[in-house]
């Protein structure tokens, strides 16, 4: 595989949470307070177009903009301009929840991206590594 095809990363979390609980934390796409740190996150828009570009200290900005929302479906897609703080390119992602149970649902990030700096295998694991400290987030904050 060369540097140019896009490379695929997909992780799938399983939470001992309500789905609807979890759509309500997602939902609000310029909404990020749930993520420890010292994030600074502006938005400019709303719904579908809009973007939300998070200062992260010491790495940069990154800018997202939600290019799809299905709330009924609970499912959403946002891609990035400009550079991430990780080895990939052109990265678009899309989330998107699914009952698993009354009291669970699963979560899942499906990454699309052009390694940059890194090979295929490298930069689908840091990706992958990023979707699982979110999805531990999600769980910190909604257990709290």
């Known amino acids: 595989m060369s540097a140019l095809e ?3 990363a997909v992780y799938s979390h399983d939470l001992a949470l ?4 979890v759509w309500r934390l997602l939902d609000n ?5 749930w993520i420890p740190g010292d994030l600074n996150v502006t938005t400019q828009g709303t719904g579908v177009g809009m973007s939300r570009t998070i200062a992260l200290p010491g790495v940069g ?24 703080p990780y080895p990939v390119a052109d990265y678009r ?11 669970t649902c699963r ?8 390694p940059r700096g890194a090979s295929p295998e490298e930069a689908r694991e840091i990706m992958l590594a990023v979707y699982r400290q ?6 910190l904050h909604l257990d709290a």
């Open 6 to 8: 896009a490379v695929e």
């Open 93 to 103: 992602a899309e989330v998107s929840l699914s009952m698993e149970g009354p009291s």
């Open 134 to 139: 979110i999805a531990g987030w999600i769980e």
């Open 29 to 33: 796409f310029g909404d990020l307070h």
């Open 61 to 84: 900005a990154v800018r997202e903009e939600l290019a799809f929302k299905e709330p009924g479906a609970h499912h959403y897609g946002y891609v990035v301009s400009g550079d991430l």
């Open 18 to 21: 309500p789905l609807d609980t």
């Open 107 to 114: 979560v899942t990030w499906h990454g699309t991206f052009r």
